[in-house]
Nanobody, 115 residues
Framework: QVHLVESGGGLVQPGGSLKLSCAAS????????RAWYRQVPGRQRELVAL?????GTTYADSVKGRFTISRSENTLNLQMNALEPEDTAVYYC???????????WGQGTQVTVSS
C-alpha cells in the first residue's frame, strides 16, 4: 500500500505560479511511475504530467512549456507557471506499482486561477 498526501494548492491570479507537492509513504519501493491528474466538475479526470523511475516524462499538450514534473526521494512535485483560468481544477497525485499493477491516489488539492 502507498499513501499519498498532496499540498500546495490555492488561489492564484492568471500568469502566476504554484508548486504542488505529493508525499508518498508505505511501500514506495514498488512505485514504477508517478503522475499528476486534474479534474473539473462534470468532466473526466485528465492526465497532466507523468514521470517514470527512469526520469522520462510526458505532458499534456495544454501544459507543455508551462508545467514541470519532478521527484525527489518520495516527494513528487509539479511546478506550474503562467497559470491560466483553464488550469482551475482539483489536482490529484497518482502512482502505479509493480508487480500488482495497483494504482493509488491522493485526496486532491484545489487549484483556482482567477483575478
Amino acid at each position: 500500500q502507498v499513501h499519498l498526501v498532496e499540498s500546495g494548492g490555492g488561489l492564484v491570479q492568471p500568469g502566476g505560479s504554484l508548486k504542488l507537492s505529493c508525499a508518498a509513504s508505505g511501500t514506495t519501493f514498488t512505485i514504477i511511475r508517478r503522475a499528476w491528474y486534474r479534474q473539473v466538475p462534470g468532466r473526466q479526470r485528465e492526465l497532466v504530467a507523468l514521470i517514470f523511475n527512469s526520469g522520462g516524462t510526458t505532458y499534456a499538450d495544454s501544459v507543455k512549456g508551462r508545467f514541470t514534473i519532478s521527484r525527489s526521494e518520495n516527494t513528487l512535485n509539479l511546478q506550474m507557471n503562467a497559470l491560466e483560468p483553464e488550469d482551475t481544477a482539483v489536482y490529484y497525485c497518482n502512482v502505479a506499482t509493480m508487480p500488482s499493477g495497483d494504482e493509488f491516489w491522493g485526496q486532491g488539492t484545489q487549484v483556482t486561477v482567477s483575478s
